[in-house]
């Protein structure tokens, strides 16, 4: 079946500018879970998402990083006003809602000029 | 701290012979254990995973985990490498709880020589 498509595959954004980030899940899977992964830093987890509860948002770096999701479905990953720190690759991952493993999509490439 | 290391940050094996990556976790409690692979330009892809029982579990792509509860470890190896198995390879570990985060090393990026 399809798996965790995530898009743009790239974004060039220019400094101050906001992005939004798009996540599709695999279809059945409750539980989104988003990271970003830069380097020197590895994978770093940002926020998740499980069915209608309150997203666990301990992750995010600042104010200017938040993520919604619509449906319990899709999602999206907003950052406000960029910074060249931003530049990164962020995942998206899902799992089925009692379960463990996580599976990746491709995930967006940023880079902030 | 809830930690992983991997302390080969780069290794060069020969195709045909054998490999091993080194993985080791600081956590409170015995956790889940996961390896992931990453080819350039793509997500990450799930190897295995270790929940409980047998402490040798076998993946994709002909690899295999060892967990060693003793040393905190969770080594990855495979007998045989192919050049298609160039590629970053990723320990994490979780919660035993869904709707946790995983926790992972900072990678092992695995190159294969001719």
């Known amino acids: 079946g399809a798996g965790v498509s995530q898009s743009p595959s790239n974004k060039v954004t220019e400094k101050g500018k906001d992005v939004e980030l798009r996540c599709d899940p695999i279809s059945g899977h409750t539980a989104l879970y988003w990271y970003r992964q830069s380097l020197g830093q590895g994978l770093e987890f940002l926020i998740y998402?499980?069915?209608?509860?309150?997203?666990?948002k301990s992750g995010l770096p600042s104010d200017r990083f938040s993520a919604e999701r619509t449906g319990g479905s899709v999602s999206t990953l907003t950052i406000q006003r960029t910074q060249q720190e931003d530049s990164a690759v962020y995942l998206c991952?899902?799992?089925?809602?009692?379960?463990?493993?996580?599976?990746f999509g491709p995930g967006t490439r940023l880079t902030v000029t | 701290a809830q930690s992983v290391t991997q302390p080969d940050i780069h290794i060069t094996v020969s195709e045909g012979a054998s490999l091993e990556l080194r993985c080791n976790y600081s956590y409170g409690a015995t956790p889940y254990l996961f390896w992931y692979v990453q080819s350039p330009g793509q997500g990450l892809q799930l190897l295995l995973k270790?929940?409980?029982?047998?402490?040798l579990v076998q993946g994709i792509k002909g690899f295999e985990a060892e967990f060693k509860r003793s040393q905190s470890s969770f080594n990855l190896r495979k007998p045989s490498v192919h050049w298609s198995d160039a590629a970053e390879y990723f320990c994490a570990v979780g919660a035993r709880q869904a709707g946790t985060a995983l926790i992972f090393g900072k990678g092992t990026t695995l190159s294969v020589s001719s």
């Open positions: 991952a899902s799992s089925l809602a009692q379960r463990v493993e996580q599976y």
């Open positions: 270790y929940f409980s029982g047998d402490t």
């Open positions: 998402f499980q069915g209608n509860s309150a997203p666990d």
